[in-house]
């Protein structure tokens, strides 16, 4: 008996003993009472739902095939391209927020950055110029503003070629910081965090495996010196000053541009000692010019270049004289009169958010940076919540068979090539590396896109991102020496490929180490701060700060830690492939203190600070999240419905010192 309950003018009603029946007759009159309380919406008590139904009764998606017509358009209007748009909105103040955090480094580290490259006489070290690479990329959170500096200073003979490959091939390691960041939007969630940092930071760990190999190859040979200056030698090349675009920045301008507007040639001008860091402004204040016309005194008698008179009617008591076009000066006696016009530059001021404040420039990268982390967190998560809702079932796993497809049989060997090429054409387009990797790694963190297939598409990115400093060398004056330094930044990267990428065994020390990291994140997740704070600010501070000693102290301190890297290295090998040959003391690091083999009570104090926070505090879950979980377990057949005991139950037997567990 089904009963149809209807508010208090309604009647009830039992329909037949037959379920069928029963609910045949149920929807019947619940379209005939639709029909009939359309008037009586004003009393409030009837739920009417006028969009069709695309759910069943446990709340999951009916199949497309099974929908009404009214369903099918449903599907496609509201969940498909309502969505769909969102998510473009939601890219967009991503993209947006990259752009205002990299304006507010810039503001709050734009000078200090451009200090440290003026330090030329530092970077005949490698080691020196390195990081000053990293520090000063991190700071301006753009490889592109630094090889560009970079670039610039090397056409005007302020970098030898040397010192702005050492330099440049810090910039590389830099920029990868940026898709770091982005992966801790995804912290809430270990699992898609775990991925997230890892695809994050494959990016790191290709760049820092490459540097470790070809800095010292580079300063004992010089063979990407010799190499890109063979190359550029036999090009005949001529300064292009339009060659300098940028897509991206098209696209983005009207919103970036309403907020802030920063100037990077007085970083330039400080990195080759131009100007003093005191003396700079880097809030633009001027954003065009207007030509317009002049008269009479307006207009210099001895024209400028931006300057030009376009007639000129000189009278005195004797003669006239009427002259057109004048460029010369005109030379008069005190009792002439001058008629002038002409055409005169007028600067016209910027108009965006900041323009002309009060509050130094410092405060202002301060509260951009804190703005455009929220924005980009806020963006980050609405674009993986409406991922997840697209991109589920039969869709996402469409998806992941497309962007993940290996090619059959001999073929699949050329897969991660044509990744490569996709990654270094969309960085192009673009023109960041930064933003396209980090676009990228939330797809990460979803599962959609793998690891195995992230590491081509992030040295495809390095590809690409050399475009700009290419752009940079056609568009100066001392061509030959800028494209040198350029072709030298994309030999590297090829030679980096060519290590680690081309033969296939190579790609694994890369790949092994994102995961591990991924995998320590998820475990201890305040350690991806950790991690940036370590190898992107404390290392290269350490090092730089060494090397200022001399290269004697830098070797006497670089390579006993290095040796204890490797020996530590090694060991773990060992004790992961052939501990029976390994003393028995050896086979594991119970011999050392808990602090120098665990991260345990370092994450004992986080943890204890995280419960003072009451916003960082972890939900406990309710009882009915409980019996959601249990219903959802019990419907996938992995645990009895009636004895709440799991069906079956895998057992592994363990060594641990002994006999088998």
């Known amino acids: 008996i089904v009963h149809a309950s209807f508010p208090s003018s309604s009647v009830f009603l039992a329909l037949g003993l037959l379920q069928e029946k029963a609910q045949i007759y149920a929807l019947y009159l619940r379209k005939v009472h639709f029909a009939t309380m359309s008037g009586n919406a004003e009393r409030g008590r009837s739920s009417i739902n006028i969009l069709p139904k695309t759910t069943d009764e446990k709340g999951k998606e009916l199949p497309y095939r099974e929908l009404t017509t009214k369903g099918k358009v449903k599907r496609i209007l509201f969940d498909y391209f309502i969505l769909l748009c969102l998510f473009v909105g939601f890219l967009y103040l991503f993209i947006c927020s990259l752009s205002v955090m990299g304006s507010a480094f810039q503001l709050l580290g734009g000078k200090d950055a451009g200090q440290s490259l003026s330090n030329t006489e530092l970077f005949d070290n490698p080691v020196a110029g390195l990081v000053l690479g990293i520090l000063a990329t991190v700071l301006l959170q753009s490889s592109s503003t630094t090889t560009s500096i970079v670039i610039t200073m090397a056409a005007a003979d302020l970098l030898t ?17 940026t898709n770091t960041i982005v992966a801790l939007g995804q912290i809430k969630n270990r699992d898609q965090f775990e ?46 000053k339009s060659q300098k675009k940028d897509l991206l920045k098209k696209l983005t301008k009207p919103l970036t541009g309403s907020i802030v507007r920063i100037d990077k040639k007085p970083i330039e001008k400080i990195a080759q000692g131009k100007i003093q860091a005191s003396e700079a402004r880097l809030l633009k204040y001027y954003c065009a010019t207007e030509t317009t016309m002049a008269y009479g005194d307006d207009c210099p008698l001895e024209p400028t270049v931006n300057t030009t008179l376009l007639n000129t009617t000189a009278t005195t008591t004797a003669t006239t004289t009427s002259v057109t076009s004048v460029q010369t000066t005109v030379i008069t006696t005190i009792n002439d009169t001058m008629n002038i016009t002409c055409e005169k530059d007028v600067k016209i001021p910027c108009d965006y958010l900041f323009h002309g404040t009060s509050l130094s420039e410092s405060v202002v990268g301060a509260i951009l940076l804190v703005c455009s982390l929220v924005v980009m967190c806020i963006s980050l998560i609405f674009m993986v919540k409406i991922l997840t809702r697209l991109l589920h079932g039969r869709v996402a796993e469409s998806v992941k068979k497309f962007v993940n497809y290996e090619f059959p049989g001999k073929a699949k060997y050329f897969t ?15 023109q960041s590396s930064s933003v396209f990797t980090s676009a990228i790694t939330p797809l990460v963190g979803m599962g959609i896109i793998n690891l195995e297939r992230m590491y081509p598409l992030t040295l495809g990115s390095n590809i690409g991102t050399t475009v700009t400093g290419i752009l940079a060398g056609l568009a100066s004056s001392n061509i030959e020496k800028a494209m040198q330094v350029a072709m030298a930044h994309l030999f590297f990267n090829l030679s980096g490929i060519l290590i680690w990428f081309v033969l296939p065994p190579m790609r694994k020390p890369p790949i092994a180490a994102a995961r591990f990291l991924g995998r320590t994140t998820k475990k201890y997740r305040w350690f991806a701060l950790f991690y940036i704070a370590i190898c992107f600010f404390l290392i290269p501070l350490a090092i730089f700060g060494i090397s200022l000693a001399g290269w004697e102290a830098l070797v006497g301190i670089g390579i006993p830690i290095l040796l204890l890297i490797g020996v530590v290295f090694g060991l773990n090998i060992l004790q992961r492939k052939v501990p029976d040959r390994l003393p028995e003391k050896l086979r594991n690091w119970e011999f050392l203190p808990l602090p120098l083999r665990s991260l345990e009570p370092i994450d004992r ?57």
Request: net charge negative.
């Open 195 to 240: 991925l997230a940092f890892a695809g994050a930071t494959i990016h790191d760990m290709f760049n820092f495996f490459t540097v470790v190999i070809l800095l010292p190859l580079e300063a004992a040979t010089h063979y990407l010196r010799a190499l890109t200056g063979k190359i550029v030698d036999s090009w005949n090349l001529k300064t292009d």
């Open 161 to 177: 070629v040397d010192q702005a490959i050492y330099m440049v091939m810090g910039a590389n390691i830099g920029t990868s910081v």
């Open 416 to 430: 991660g090539y044509i990744a490569i090429l996709v990654g270094a054409g969309l960085t192009i387009l673009v």
């Open 605 to 661: 104090v986080f943890t204890a600070i995280v419960k003072v926070i009451p916003c960082c505090k972890e939900p406990e879950p309710d009882d009915d999240d409980f019996k959601d979980r249990e219903a959802d377990v019990i419907s996938n057949g992995v645990v009895d419905a009636e004895n709440k005991m799991p069906e079956k139950v895998e057992m592994t037997a363990v060594s641990v010192d002994g006999p088998a567990v």
